[in-house]
């Protein structure tokens, strides 16, 4: 069987002004070989949903996937930070100073981990007086962006850094990013019930580190959580070799769940 890997999604680059809610793919990098490289772009993801914008990653290229994307900045309410790493982080204060208008609009809120502002902080203190609030990323709290919520599930496993994925509970669908980890079981039970599951994929085959997730661990969480949509983005050299449209099918094929692989500038639509 052959999944549509176009059902209820706009997945080519395209320009989403016009949609109500949209999740729009700047990067979909990971690691620090192919973002080094820029085999694949490494923006981080622009969500538009319930009337909010956020900006979830910003790692090295955001700000100038945005600009690309014609998406402004200044439109953010929200940056969200799952972790500290520089694939996630590194355009974290230039997008602050871009959604400030360079720091002459007080406004919007940073989400972070409370390792990405204590020792060798990765904010810059004088940029963090640009920003109206600065909330810190915690295990089972919910957090509210104008008329979106969101919460983390879980706190995930990925070396000694504080990292977390969330759930945005959109009006036309959950959303489930799950971020940086190594696979556990605490996962399925965590991300039950989104419409859409956004799975770091890095590795083809598992990790020696275990600091990411591989295909057959997507495999397993997929199967888990059953979502109507599985996006796989946050490709290693490994995935790259093995083709993330492949193993995307592949992964298909294995859950009966379609999933597809993420591409820069790709855009899924919520609505449709
Ligand atoms: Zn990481």
Redesign the pocket.
Same mark, same amino acid.
């Given at each position: 069987m052959r999944y549509n890997h176009r059902a209820g999604a706009s997945l080519a680059p395209t320009d989403c002004n016009h949609l109500s809610s949209y999740i729009k793919f700047l990067g979909t990098a990971g690691t620090r070989f192919v973002v080094t490289k820029q085999i694949r772009a490494s923006g981080g993801i622009w969500l538009f949903l319930n009337g909010v914008h956020l900006h979830l990653d910003p790692g090295p290229g955001a700000l100038v996937k945005s600009i690309q994307s014609h998406l402004n900045p200044q439109d953010l309410s929200a940056i969200i930070l799952s *972790?500290r &790493?520089l /694939? *996630?982080s590194n355009d974290v204060n230039i997008m602050i100073e871009a959604m400030t208008n360079g720091g002459t609009l007080r406004k919007g809120t940073l989400f972070c981990p409370q390792d990405a502002l204590d020792r060798n902080p990765i904010v810059f203190e004088y940029i963090r007086h640009y920003i109206e609030n600065i909330e810190i990323l915690q295990e089972g709290v919910r957090y509210k962006i104008g008329e979106l919520e969101f919460d983390v599930p879980v706190k995930n496993i &990925?070396?000694s850094?504080q990292?977390y994925g969330m759930r945005f509970f959109s009006s036309e669908g959950t959303i489930g990013y799950v971020g /940086?980890t190594r696979f556990f079981d605490g996962l399925i039970n965590a991300y039950q019930g989104v419409k859409v599951l956004i799975i770091n994929t890095t590795a083809e085959n598992k990790m020696p580190d275990r600091? &990411?997730m591989c295909v057959e661990e997507a495999i397993t969480l997929i199967k888990g959580v059953s979502p109507e949509l599985a996006i796989l983005t946050h490709f290693g050299t490994s995935m790259i070799n093995a083709h993330p449209d492949v193993m995307a099918e592949k992964i298909s094929e294995a859950t009966g769940i379609n999933t597809v692989a993420g591409m820069d500038g790709m855009v899924y639509s919520i609505s449709s």
């Amino acid at each position: 069987m052959r999944y549509n890997h176009r059902a209820g999604a706009s997945l080519a680059p395209t320009d989403c002004n016009h949609l109500s809610s949209y999740i729009k793919f700047l990067g979909t990098a990971g690691t620090r070989f192919v973002v080094t490289k820029q085999i694949r772009a490494s923006g981080g993801i622009w969500l538009f949903l319930n009337g909010v914008h956020l900006h979830l990653d910003p790692g090295p290229g955001a700000l100038v996937k945005s600009i690309q994307s014609h998406l402004n900045p200044q439109d953010l309410s929200a940056i969200i930070l799952s *972790h500290r &790493h520089l /694939d *996630h982080s590194n355009d974290v204060n230039i997008m602050i100073e871009a959604m400030t208008n360079g720091g002459t609009l007080r406004k919007g809120t940073l989400f972070c981990p409370q390792d990405a502002l204590d020792r060798n902080p990765i904010v810059f203190e004088y940029i963090r007086h640009y920003i109206e609030n600065i909330e810190i990323l915690q295990e089972g709290v919910r957090y509210k962006i104008g008329e979106l919520e969101f919460d983390v599930p879980v706190k995930n496993i &990925h070396g000694s850094v504080q990292t977390y994925g969330m759930r945005f509970f959109s009006s036309e669908g959950t959303i489930g990013y799950v971020g /940086d980890t190594r696979f556990f079981d605490g996962l399925i039970n965590a991300y039950q019930g989104v419409k859409v599951l956004i799975i770091n994929t890095t590795a083809e085959n598992k990790m020696p580190d275990r600091y &990411h997730m591989c295909v057959e661990e997507a495999i397993t969480l997929i199967k888990g959580v059953s979502p109507e949509l599985a996006i796989l983005t946050h490709f290693g050299t490994s995935m790259i070799n093995a083709h993330p449209d492949v193993m995307a099918e592949k992964i298909s094929e294995a859950t009966g769940i379609n999933t597809v692989a993420g591409m820069d500038g790709m855009v899924y639509s919520i609505s449709s």
